[in-house]
């Protein structure tokens, strides 16, 4: 668990939140040079505005393509899952996520309908439910689940993400009885918790770790020195006959 998710400190979460973007494009520039930045932007700004300004949200066989581009890119990279998705029709993707959406607010029968795409499975469900209803829909990144205490090991199934979503969902109400903005959802908190875990991984060492390393690496060198390999000691002289 995280010390973020534990935090009930507005403050602290926003603190994390203005770091989101710095985060995305520290991993884009150590991962995947010059492709996360403007996927996420699509996917953050762009995607939304497009599902929820139609009369029925639903996304489109393109769209679909692209945020699994997105998923695959900002996470674990899985080639397979790309072909399933594009091989989905256009109708079958519309349709599909047009009664998703009309599901809600009931998040498992709309993820379990999504599921019905090929190549879409819970984590890709909640991040197609959290374009058109960031109130009800967090997605399911490893970054936000290993965050959230009692779900490791991560598992990608309907319970997972039914636990997961319920402690981000309590959290969200938690903040916004403290918090006079009351604009915290639980999509937001997955950003800030999965800025939070990248700004960790992708930020330099300290003085002290530099310090540390240094340290073992001269230690390993001594080591080395005063054991040599087998094949560097003496052999015995072999008897001759």
Known sequence: MSALFACEDPAAWRSAFATYWDAVE???????????????????????????????????????????????????????????????????VEKCSRKAFGLLPDVPAAVAELCCLKGVGPATASAILATGAPEQAAFMSDEAMESVPGLKPVQYTAKHYALYLGKMVERTEELNKVDPQQDWTPHRLELCLWASTTAKQHQPPTPEEVDVKASSVKKTKAQAKTCPDDDQRPKKRLKTR
Do not use: C, I
């Not at 995947?32 to 505005?49: A, R, T, V």
């Not at 949200?57 to 699994?68: A, G, N, P, Y």
């Open 26 to 92: 520290a991993k884009s520039k150590s991962e995947k040079p010059g492709k996360l930045l403007p996927l996420d932007k699509w996917y953050q700004e762009e995607l939304p505005k497009l599902v929820s300004g139609r009369p029925d949200k639903h996304v489109t066989q393109s769209e679909l393509v692209k945020l699994m581009e997105w998923k695959l890119t900002r996470g674990k990279f899985r080639p397979r899952l790309q072909l399933l998705v594009a091989s989905n029709s256009e109708s079958t």
